[in-house]
């Protein structure tokens, strides 16, 4: 009786091992030629569209230049994945290109929050300018307007301090 | 001077701090022209000097150059550097179409440059398979940093200079938000090896 529940019971466990890497697949499975690839490529997209949302964010006037250092790291990781593809390191390959990808949408979301801060900023310094430049200008007038009559009443105080002087004419 | 010149003095004088006046303004809205925009690309010795670079090689040995960029396009700049093996008949590229050289790259470096900033790297490389038959060298593994790269690299021995001589060479592309790809940006540099040990 207890050979045939030892029996029985050594079945059912052979037939959940057998099931196991049906429930967990992707942890015990190795990564294929393709998903590495894939993996790499996606890792580039990200990468690039992280460069375009800096460049947007240097229009804009911000100083992207830690988020590039960071973009470097990233290019760095994707750079050792493509190494370990060309080896047939595929496993190695989707992992370096996972952080590189990581690294990538980290950066984009600080390039997209870095955009805002410098439009708003520059907007702001836009107006300030904008205002500096129209209050001076109107300075500049109202002053020049004001030495202008102080030299006008000057000038005509002069005129009409002058007296007619008879000249002698000796030939 | 009677008052309607001085009256003219004075507008001139107002119209001219008025325009001083709006300088910040009219610059934030109109940009002033900068230089021309252009990428360099350097290699250098060992020492970090434009000297000692590797010539005599040998099998199984590793010699290091640095390869450089600067970026002075007025904006970051995302590059790749091919780099590329040839021997003394096939072909380097282009520059007057600007063209890059057809043969395609063992390895490349992307990196991302700053406006006005540079980028640099040490690149060490050896042979380590080469196969000799009569007047005619082969070159089948060689190593760049941690890459091990299979090849297909022949030359005949050259009765001018006697030697078998190889080229490694770096071509600098940039990529264009555009064209949504790299692009060759007419700069390429490399270093002769003589390969006759």
Redesign the interface.
């Given at each position: 009786m207890n050979k045939v529940s030892l029996l029985k019971f050594s079945m059912v466990l052979l037939m959940l091992l057998a099931c196991l890497p049906l429930v967990v697949p992707t942890s015990v499975a190795q990564v294929s030629e393709g998903d590495a690839a894939s993996a790499i490529a996606d890792a580039e997209n990200v990468i690039?569209s992280a460069?375009?949302v800096?460049?947007e964010a240097?229009?804009a006037g911000a100083n992207?230049?830690v988020l590039?250092d960071r973009?470097?790291e990233a290019?760095g990781f994707?750079?050792r994945a493509?190494?370990a593809y060309?080896?047939g390191n595929f496993d190695e390959a989707a992992s370096l290109a996972d952080s590189g990808k990581n690294i990538g949408e980290e950066v984009k979301g600080a390039g997209v929050d870095l955009k805002d801060l410098s439009l708003a900023q520059s907007l702001q310094?836009?107006w300030v300018?904008?205002i500096?430049?129209f209050g001076?200008?109107v300075l500049?007038?109202l002053g020049?307007f004001w030495?202008?009559r102080v030299?006008?009443r000057r000038?005509f105080r002069q005129v009409l301090k002058m007296k007619p002087e008879a000249a002698t004419y000796e030939s | 001077m009677n008052l309607d010149d001085y009256r003219s003095v004075f507008m001139a004088a107002d119209l001219v701090l008025i325009l001083l006046a709006a300088v910040p303004t009219l610059s934030l809205t109109a940009p002033f022209p900068s230089g021309e925009p252009f990428s360099e690309l350097w290699v250098l010795g060992p020492n970090h000097m434009i000297e000692e670079y590797p010539f005599n090689v040998q099998v199984n040995e590793s010699y290091s150059v640095f390869v450089g960029v600067g970026n002075h396009l007025g904006r970051a700049s995302y590059y790749v550097i091919h780099v590329k093996f040839r021997n003394q008949t096939q072909p380097l590229p282009n520059v007057t179409i600007s063209e890059p050289s057809p043969l395609s790259g063992l390895l490349e470096y992307r990196f991302f440059v700053a406006n006005g900033g540079t980028w640099e790297t040490p690149i060490s490389f050896g042979f380590l398979e080469l196969s000799r038959q009569d007047d005619s060298l082969s070159v089948s593994r060689m190593s760049i940093n941690e890459a091990v790269l299979n090849l297909n690299a022949s030359t005949s021995w050259d009765s001018v200079y006697d030697g078998f001589f190889f080229q490694l060479f770096f071509e600098l592309w940039l990529y264009d938000t555009r064209q949504e790809s790299f692009e060759f940006q007419n700069r390429f540099a490399g270093i002769w090896l003589n390969m006759t040990a």
């Amino acid at each position: 009786m207890n050979k045939v529940s030892l029996l029985k019971f050594s079945m059912v466990l052979l037939m959940l091992l057998a099931c196991l890497p049906l429930v967990v697949p992707t942890s015990v499975a190795q990564v294929s030629e393709g998903d590495a690839a894939s993996a790499i490529a996606d890792a580039e997209n990200v990468i690039i569209s992280a460069y375009e949302v800096i460049l947007e964010a240097e229009r804009a006037g911000a100083n992207a230049s830690v988020l590039l250092d960071r973009l470097n790291e990233a290019e760095g990781f994707l750079t050792r994945a493509r190494i370990a593809y060309s080896m047939g390191n595929f496993d190695e390959a989707a992992s370096l290109a996972d952080s590189g990808k990581n690294i990538g949408e980290e950066v984009k979301g600080a390039g997209v929050d870095l955009k805002d801060l410098s439009l708003a900023q520059s907007l702001q310094n836009m107006w300030v300018t904008a205002i500096g430049s129209f209050g001076s200008a109107v300075l500049i007038l109202l002053g020049s307007f004001w030495v202008w009559r102080v030299f006008k009443r000057r000038y005509f105080r002069q005129v009409l301090k002058m007296k007619p002087e008879a000249a002698t004419y000796e030939s | 001077m009677n008052l309607d010149d001085y009256r003219s003095v004075f507008m001139a004088a107002d119209l001219v701090l008025i325009l001083l006046a709006a300088v910040p303004t009219l610059s934030l809205t109109a940009p002033f022209p900068s230089g021309e925009p252009f990428s360099e690309l350097w290699v250098l010795g060992p020492n970090h000097m434009i000297e000692e670079y590797p010539f005599n090689v040998q099998v199984n040995e590793s010699y290091s150059v640095f390869v450089g960029v600067g970026n002075h396009l007025g904006r970051a700049s995302y590059y790749v550097i091919h780099v590329k093996f040839r021997n003394q008949t096939q072909p380097l590229p282009n520059v007057t179409i600007s063209e890059p050289s057809p043969l395609s790259g063992l390895l490349e470096y992307r990196f991302f440059v700053a406006n006005g900033g540079t980028w640099e790297t040490p690149i060490s490389f050896g042979f380590l398979e080469l196969s000799r038959q009569d007047d005619s060298l082969s070159v089948s593994r060689m190593s760049i940093n941690e890459a091990v790269l299979n090849l297909n690299a022949s030359t005949s021995w050259d009765s001018v200079y006697d030697g078998f001589f190889f080229q490694l060479f770096f071509e600098l592309w940039l990529y264009d938000t555009r064209q949504e790809s790299f692009e060759f940006q007419n700069r390429f540099a490399g270093i002769w090896l003589n390969m006759t040990a």
